[in-house]
């Protein structure tokens, strides 16, 4: 069953049930386990700040945390269903996370910037060269679709850089091209996709992206 095709009302009830029992049983308990040196919280506001230790620690090891997460995960799924065995469950369980379109958000990129590849500059006019959006840090490390790391491209480009990273000199392009972004700060549209969004954010995701694998640097044949 796909939770977005469930009732909007029924999805409301489920959302609240979860989130009571995760405040209990999830945020206090893992707090009172590590003895609260992992992480503050606040219920009202609903805010989980982390130590910055265990931030970093998280961030250079993502890959192996995610891994060893989705594994326990398929091993509790299988101990509490009555099914003996489950076909290509840890696969399932890996693919919770799923893209999402990205047409909207190539609505938006055509209307404040040129219909041109953000790695070749070739126009993105004919058949061959259709516009697509790409993960300037790859998805597979993100997991999520922010339009300060979402980008113009050819098709040549986006099916070669396919799961990699930019060449470096990529990093200042998109850094200038978020700033300008922002300054569309009348766009309530904009000022709410970038409300996150620090270009020393998407630095340090650069960085720790090659940490945790990402070390084959993809560079655009012209």
């Known amino acids: 069953m796909v939770f977005d095709k469930v009732d909007d009302t029924l999805q409301i009830r489920l959302v609240s049930k979860v989130k009571t029992t995760m405040k209990e049983n999830v945020y206090g308990a893992l707090y009172g386990d590590t003895r609260g040196s992992f992480y503050a919280f606040d219920h009202k506001k609903e805010i989980v700040k982390l130590n910055p230790v265990v931030h970093s620690f998280m961030l250079n090891y993502q890959r192996l945390i995610v891994n060893l997460t989705n594994y326990h995960m398929a091993a509790m799924i299988e101990q509490l269903n009555e099914v003996p065995s489950i076909n290509y469950l840890l696969g399932k369980v890996e693919s919770i ?126």
């Not at 041109?116 to 061959?128: A, G, Q, R, T, W």
């Not at 060449?167 to 309530?188: C, Q, V």
Request: net charge positive; with cysteine.
């Open 97 to 222: 996370a799923k893209r999402s379109s990205l047409k909207p958000f190539e609505k938006i990129l055509l209307t404040y910037f040129k219909a041109e590849c953000f790695y070749c500059s070739k126009k993105l006019s004919d058949n061959e060269r259709e516009t697509h959006v790409d993960h300037f840090i790859p998805w597979s490390f993100v997991q999520s679709d922010n339009i300060w790391n979402l980008v113009l491209s050819c098709n040549k480009c986006n099916s070669s850089k396919s799961d990699r990273l930019p060449t470096r000199g990529y990093l200042e392009d998109i850094i200038e091209r978020n700033h300008k972004l922002s300054d569309e700060n009348e766009d309530a549209t904009i000022i709410t996709l970038m409300k996150n969004y620090k270009s020393k954010k998407i630095i340090m995701l650069y960085d720790f992206s090659i940490k945790n694998g990402f070390d084959s640097i993809w560079v655009p044949k012209y």
